[in-house]
Structure formats: C-alpha cells, structure tokens
C-alpha cells in the first residue's frame, strides 16, 4: 500500500492534471499570432459590427419615456404609410432585377457564343457603369430626362409628349441599367465554363435551339443566375440615394429609415431603428432563399468541353456587335452626361450655351475639402482593408475552425446591410460614453472599413486558395517563424490578389453615399455627399463636375486594376 500511494505520488508529480493541460494550452494559445489575430478581429467585431447591431435592436424596443415597448412594430403594421414603402421596396427591387435579368442574359449570351467585335471595349463600358455609384446615374437621368432635361426638350419640340425620368418608372430603370452588370458578369463565366456535351446531347435528340436553352442551358447556370440576381435584388433594396432624387414622393424603406432619424423635428430613433431591424430581416430572408432554392437546383459538370466561338459572316457580325453595344452606350451615357455637362456654361441652375471651367473653378474654391476628405478617408480605410483583409483571409483559409466559419458569417452581414442602416446603427451606438465617435471623420472612417472590407477578403481567399502550402512549409522548416513566414513569403504572394480586390473596395469607398450621408456633419462632407447636396440645390454645374472627378478616378483605378491582373480585370 506504502509503495502504492508513493507511485501515485511521483505519478501526480509527472502527469499534471486535465485542469492544468488545458491552462497551459490556453497560455500557449496567447502568445501564439494567428490566434491573437483571431482574438483581435473577434474584439474589433464585436466592438463595430456586434454591439451596434444589438443597440439598434434593443433601441427598436424603447419607448418615448425610456420603458420597454413593442409599439414601434405595432405601428409598423398597422399604418398603411410604412406597409407601402416596404411593399414599393419589393416592386422595385423585383422589377429592377427582372429589367436586369432580360439585359443581362442575353448579352452575356452574345459576348460568349458568337465572334462580335470590340469585346474589351465593351467589358470595360460594362464594368464602368456598374462601379459608378447609382445616384450619379440618376442625377445624370434627370439632366437627359428629367422635367426640363436635354432628351424630354427635344422630344417635346417634335410634338410629342413623353413623360419625365421622376417616379416609380424611373427609379426602376435607372437601377436595371446600373445593375445588370452583376448578371452579365456572373453569367458571362458560367457559360464560358459550361459542359457543352450537355447541349449537344439535347440538341441529337431533337430540341429546338429555343428548347435546348430553356430546359438545359438556363438550368445548369441557374445557380450563377441567382447570385447575380441576388446581388442586383440586395443593392436596388437597400440604395439610398436614386429613389431619393427621382422618387419625388414614392417612399421607399431606406428613404423612412433616413427621414424618421433625420427629421427636423427632433426624429424618432426608436422607428428609425425599428425600420432599420425590418430592413436587415427581410434582406437576410431573401439571401438565405436564394440559397435555399440554389441548393435544390445545383448541378455539376465536368467541364472538360467548354463552348467555342460561333463564327459569323461579316454583316451578322457587325449586326450582333450593333445589338450587343446598344446596352453598353446607354448604361455609360450617365457618365459621359456628367463630364460633357461639366464644361457646359452655367447661370445658377440653368445650363447656358458654349462651354468655360467655371463649375470646376467653383468647385475648387468653395468645396476643396470635400475632395479632400474624399480621398483622405479612402486612403485611410484602404490601408486598414488591406492589413485587415491579408490577416482575416488567412485565418479564413488556413486556419479553419467553428471559430473562423463564425467570424466569416459576422463579416459578411455588414456586406447585406443597407448603409444607412450601418450608419444609424453606428450613431445610436457611439453617441454616448464610454465611446463617443458621432460627428468625427473616424466613425466614417469605421464605416467604410465595416462595410467594404469583404471585397478585399474575398479576392485574398481566392488567391489564397491556389497558393501551395509547401511554400510556407519550406520557409518555417528552416527556421523562419510563421509570423515573419506570413509577412516576408504568403503576403508577397498573396499582393495581386489582395490589389484587386483593394482596389475594387477603393472604388466603392470613394462612391459611397448612403451611410455617408447619416454620419458626416459639415467638416466631414465628402464629395458624394456635396453631389447629392449640389443637385437638391439645383447646382447642376458644380454637381456635374464634382461627378466627374469620382468617374475619372473610377476609370483610372479600373484601368489599374486591368493592369494589374493582366487583363483579366476586377473580380467581383
């Protein structure tokens, strides 16, 4: 027995405890990096993506006198006010992703299939007017077709009567040609890589060419088509900016979100926090419909034979080229409007004839710190999505776990949110101690990090993805540790991807209105803000060339961009 209890002694002293194995482990995990890193991230998160939300949550259920109340969802429901902008939210969301869906596709269709002319050139068309912001878009429509717009004067001076861009119609148009993009993109790759022994088996049992589309073709990219239709639905549902300049009383949800904390007469945080939550449940609850009917319908394919060229004579060519690039001209004329007018002589609000510098002169001495700001803030946010987004990535892919599939999922609801609703949540949140930011450009700064980040972790993962492991395996076997392995060998190359994807995060960044527009105050206005202000105020001159600095520095960083991969352009 003596010897007994003194074994179990000397083995007590060897072996230590369960409770001190996990200790130690946990000491051990504190000083390792990466799970620092994860720490950090996790910390940040919670801090700027978490806690907002839950505030805004819990200010949706405040009463007036501070007390707990359900009222605000119960006047939700039963004023036909707020029912309507939620309903029009739908129709125009809806309609514009069908507008988007009938351009699109068939475009896409086109550019894949058949050998037309000048393909580059209209890409670059394409891409040009998807990345410019989409209330430049409508103030360009409202110089063309608006009341007294260059278009609705000519047609009228022909006699006939045709109606303005402002209202319902106009909004819908206006996001169909802005966004169609996203469904020309997504389809153009998925029918590049297409089985096409799939179609040749249907078309040797007799189908029509019609048929052979609809019930093979169509199908098999129905889960690409989705996802840029979701990401047409999602964008058209949650812009501030094109309802708010053509709506001309046609409310939208974001619009009464805007207005009810805004209000000059002393807001309503509690509804605009109310509409704020209902805009985040009905956006998730379409994203995860999408994704419940893309799981019922996936299909996989070898991918060993994918289409080639149709060639055609030179006058189907140039016909095809014709039909192809009328799209393309009539989703850039926005931009080309706000340049040319840009150097169109003004009187105030009225556009006279012959052309001088004068709006830019103006620019340049009464808004100089928009511009200023503009760039300043971007440049800021953009250092921080690339340092941020090389680490997250990283732990995204070579680190997985329950613990980072988690912090992909919290990174990624910023990414479905309605600016304004990240705005009002970020001022209900840091409004009061013990973190105050309300007012200061670093909540902007917070902002465009939160909601732009994922474009850089995106492209990162991806490239991640096709680096080999035994590189970074090589580097730490001969003693390098993995820290300095990650900085000097895997975020070298890792750079291309990470450019792209920064500089795409770039171009959003300078564009971005909505949540802009809740948390700026006059010291911090940026130049999308000052556009929108210059437009309400009928400058049309100064808003024109304001908008023509943004769409010159959207076409250098996507010609960079181009550069930079090669010519395969930006991933979106």
């Known amino acids: 027995m003596a010897a007994a209890r003194r074994l179990s002694i000397v083995q007590a002293r060897v072996e230590p405890n369960p409770g001190n194995v996990i200790w130690q482990r946990l000491l051990f995990k504190k000083w390792d990096f990466w799970t620092a890193v994860t720490l950090v991230v996790y910390l940040l998160l919670c801090v700027f993506v978490v806690y907002p939300l839950v505030t805004l949550f819990i200010n949706s259920f405040i009463s007036e006198e501070g007390g707990f109340t359900i009222e605000n969802y119960i006047t939700f429901i039963s004023l036909k006010y707020y029912r309507v902008a939620l309903l029009n939210s739908f129709m125009v969301s809806a309609l514009a992703t069908i507008g988007a869906i009938l351009i699109g596709v068939p475009l896409a269709y086109l550019s894949t299939r058949y050998a037309i002319k000048f393909k580059g050139l209209m890409q670059i068309m394409i891409v040009m007017s998807l990345l410019s912001p989409p209330f430049i878009g409508a103030y360009s429509w409202i110089l063309l077709m608006g009341n007294n717009g260059f278009i609705t004067r000519f047609i009228r001076d022909l006699g006939i009567s045709v109606p ?103 807001g309503n945080p509690a509804m605009a926090s109310t509409l ?52 393309a001209c009539i989703s850039i004329l926005p931009q080309l409007t706000v340049i040319l007018t840009s150097f169109i002589k003004t009187k105030g609000p009225v556009f006279q004839s012959g052309f001088s510098l004068d709006s830019y002169r103006e620019v340049l001495y009464r808004v100089p710190r928009s511009i200023i700001h503009t760039y300043s803030y971007s440049i800021l946010s953009i250092i921080i999505m690339v340092a941020g987004g090389m680490l997250i990535s990283y732990i995204l892919v070579r680190r997985k776990s329950k613990l980072t599939a988690a912090l992909d999922g919290i990174l990624m609801i910023p990414y479905v949110m309605p600016g304004t609703v990240l705005g009002i949540s970020l001022i209900i949140a840091f409004n009061k101690p013990p973190i105050v930011l309300t007012g200061t450009w670093i909540i902007l700064v917070i902002a465009y990090v939160v909601r732009k ?103 250098i960083s996507l010609l960079i961009a181009n550069k930079l991969s090669g010519g395969k352009g930006l991933s979106l």
Do not use: C
Request: overall charge positive; charged content about 10%; hydrophobic content about 50%.
């Open 164 to 266: 303005s861009i402002y209202g319902m119609h106009g909004i819908v148009f206006v996001f169909a040609l802005q966004f169609y993009p996203h469904i020309f993109l997504y389809v153009s790759g998925a029918l590049k890589t297409i089985d096409t022994s799939l179609e040749e088996a249907s078309e040797s049992l007799g189908m029509t060419s019609w048929q052979r589309l609809r019930t093979v073709t169509l199908p098999l990219i129905f889960p690409t088509l989705s996802a840029g239709a979701l990401m047409v639905f999602m964008a058209s549902f949650a812009d501030f900016g094109t309802p708010m300049l053509l709506g001309q009383g046609f409310k939208v949800l974001p619009i009464l979100a805007y207005e009810q904390f805004v209000s000059e007469m002393g």
């Open 276 to 327: 704020s939550i209902i805009l985040i449940l009905f956006s998730t609850s379409v994203l995860f419909t999408q994704r419940y009917f893309v799981a019922r319908k996936n299909f996989s394919m070898t991918g060993m034979r994918t289409p080639k060229l149709i060639p055609l004579k030179p006058l189907a060519k140039t016909l095809l080229t014709i039909v192809a690039f009328i799209p």
């Open 453 to 555: 980040i994922p474009y850089t972790i995106r492209s990162s993962t991806a490239i991640l993805h096709q680096l080999d492991r035994s590189v970074e395996e090589a580097s730490i076997s001969l003693g390098v540790p993995p820290m300095k392995t990650f900085f000097k060998t895997t975020g070298r190359l890792m750079a291309p991807g990470v450019i792209s994807g920064a500089i795409l995060s770039w171009i959003t960044t300078i564009n971005e209105l909505s949540s802009t527009l809740v948390l700026y105050y006059g010291a911090t206005a940026t130049i999308s803000v000052t556009i929108y202000s210059e437009v309400f105020t009928s400058n049309y001159g100064t808003g024109a060339a304001l908008a023509s600095i943004l769409t010159l520095s959207t076409l």
